[in-house]
């Protein structure tokens, strides 16, 4: 009886605290105070499961960030090529990518409008911010803006390039894991097992 009315009080302030759980709260909170040791380990469980997936959504959305900069360079340089400003080819070639840069452009731009260009690219973080950093140093020093961007736009190809040339390397040992416990005993399975059964047929076992 008194797992039940722990459980039940549990629930309330579960519910208090968060009003959006669901029915199952309840379920659960019991199943945690009859099986404390099976519910701990079904929460170390969750937990692990949720910081990967954390990491890996984490990891993706950083790989998107850093694709969407490579492309809003590579379309700044073609405002650029076609006599726009820094800030108005920005501005153009936001519009093309992903809403996390759209924002973080949009205040770069209002920086750069009310500060200057440089001390505004210079201060501003971000997926972009090399991009913005190369061209407040082409800025300052006079230096062709243009050129800075496409050096950015090399910069990233040659680090994606790296990247994909590694995970190509790590393959392999990847893949071992999987030939040497799933594949590789059903080919030996294949290959052995037709003349072991005969071997055993002709002693007569």
């Not at 029915?23 to 519910?39: N, S």
């Amino acid at each position: 009886m008194l797992p039940v009315v722990v459980a039940i009080g549990a629930t309330e302030i579960i519910r208090w605290r968060f009003p959006a759980a669901r029915w199952w709260v309840f379920p659960a909170v019991v199943g945690a105070v009859l099986f404390p040791f099976p519910a701990l380990a079904l929460v170390v469980a969750a937990v692990a499961n949720a910081r990967r997936t954390y990491i890996r959504r984490a990891r993706v959305e950083r790989s998107k960030a850093e694709r969407d900069a490579v492309t809003l360079a590579e379309l700044t340089g073609l405002g650029l090529s076609a006599g726009m400003s820094f800030v108005s080819a920005l501005e153009a070639a936001a519009h093309e990518v992903g809403p996390p840069l759209v924002a973080e452009v949009q205040a770069v731009v209002r920086r750069a409008r009310h500060r200057g260009i440089a001390p505004a690219l210079e201060e501003s973080p971000g997926a972009a911010r090399r991009l913005y950093l190369l061209a407040a140093r082409a800025t300052v020093t006079g230096a062709p803006v243009a050129a800075a961007v496409r050096s950015y736009v090399a910069e990233q190809r040659d680090a994606e390039r790296a990247r994909a040339l590694a995970a190509a390397r790590r393959l392999p040992v990847q893949l071992l894991f999987p030939l040497a416990l799933l594949i590789l005993p059903g080919f030996m399975v294949l290959t052995v097992g037709p003349a072991l059964l005969g071997a055993l047929e002709r002693l007569g076992l």
